[in-house]
């Protein structure tokens, strides 16, 4: 609560903290456009770090135990990417399809629906290769084969395209957690809490993997069942963050990790709160050093996901000196 209100008092905009809780909790402060700054950017905000810290760090969390492997994150089933390639086609193919008047379209709105349509086309490659491919480790390379394919689709569209549509797709890709009106935090919010309750479902079956999937079948876990039902949540989760804020990285690779070495533990039944929980504050604490207070300047969030986390998680592993997994 205390990393929310800080959030929600620091920005360009000096604001007194009392003037911010006033607004919070009695609906009014002593200056109307700080009432609009605070209600219709600042706490939308800190809601959009809050699920975007949550869903990313709990996908990271499936992806790893589903595969075994402490380098998985949410995008290595290549779903990321492909909402990606959905942005991507919207805004830099507009100078190749010129002919279409739907490519001119571009807002926060169209840019989501771009991006959530590619990751769903992806999800639905992903599952559909699922149904054949019994080995979890060949759906791991098939998956960062989707994610190259996309990036090399992505590649080729920025070398036709224009300089401008090209800043405008890096700016997207730097991603971003203050562009979502209150409909769209709506959306995103009814989204991540299905992948959360998905993940909920999926807690005995992680568990007996941990131990190998031989020893999980003898649990009486559905593999099969269990494999889609993680991937679902982490398309769910990943792609979702990924359509309303762009591609953030860290969050999900490293925050399992972290979450692992503070519990001493890998039962997913403290896991999965946690990374939620963990998730959540590391987002909000990047987004108060990305906005830096009191300027109108706006670090990328992207750029200080892995600034301020990968030292800690360094440290955490030093101090250690070993990894749970």
């Known amino acids: 609560m205390l990393t929310v209100l800080v959030n929600i008092s620091l920005g360009s905009v000096e604001i007194p903290f009392l003037d911010t809780l006033n607004a ?7 200056n109307t456009s700080w009432d609009y700054i605070i209600w219709d950017y600042r706490i939308p905000k800190a809601f959009t770090a809050i699920l975007v810290g949550a869903g990313l760090a709990l996908s990271g969390l499936l992806m790893q135990t589903l595969f075994r492997n402490p380098l998985a994150g949410p995008f290595v089933l290549g779903i990321s990417s492909g909402a990606s390639l959905g ?7 507009a100078s190749l399809f010129s002919g279409f008047s739907a490519f001119q379209l ?9 991006a959530s349509i590619g990751s769903f086309a992806v999800l639905l490659l992903v599952m559909s290769v699922a149904a054949k491919v019994k080995d979890t480790m060949a759906l791991l390379i098939i998956g960062l084969m989707f994610g190259s394919i996309t990036a090399a689709v992505v590649s080729v569209l920025s070398y036709f395209t224009t300089s401008e549509k090209l800043q405008q797709f890096i700016y997207w890709s730097f991603g971003s957690l203050g562009n979502l009106s209150w409909s769209q935090l709506g959306l995103l919010s009814l989204i991540v809490c299905i992948g959360i309750i998905l993940s909920v479902f999926a ?26 039902l993680v991937i679902i949540a982490t398309g769910l989760l990943a792609g979702s963050i990924t359509a309303f804020a762009g591609p953030i990285a860290f969050i999900g ?3 399992p990790h972290l979450t692992r070495q503070i519990f001493d533990t890998t039962d997913h039944k403290i896991l999965v709160p946690a990374v939620l929980i963990y998730g959540a ?5 990047c987004d108060i050093v990305a906005q830096l207070p009191n300027s109108a300047n706006v670090l990328p969030i992207n750029a200080v996901t892995s600034i301020i986390g ?3 998680v360094i440290w955490l592993l030093v101090r250690k000196k070993r990894m749970l997994f």
């Open 281 to 285: 504050i590391i987002m909000l604490l």
């Open 310 to 312: 990968a030292p800690v």
């Open 203 to 228: 807690i005995k079956g992680l568990n007996g993997l941990l131990l190998g999937e031989n020893y999980a079948k003898s649990l009486g876990v559905n593999l099969k069942k269990l494999r889609y």
């Open 24 to 30: 919070i909790f009695d609906g009014t402060t002593s």
């Open 253 to 255: 690779l490293a925050v």
């Open 87 to 93: 942005a991507a086609i919207l805004i830099m193919g």
């Open 106 to 114: 571009l807002n926060n709105v169209s840019l989501a629906i771009a």
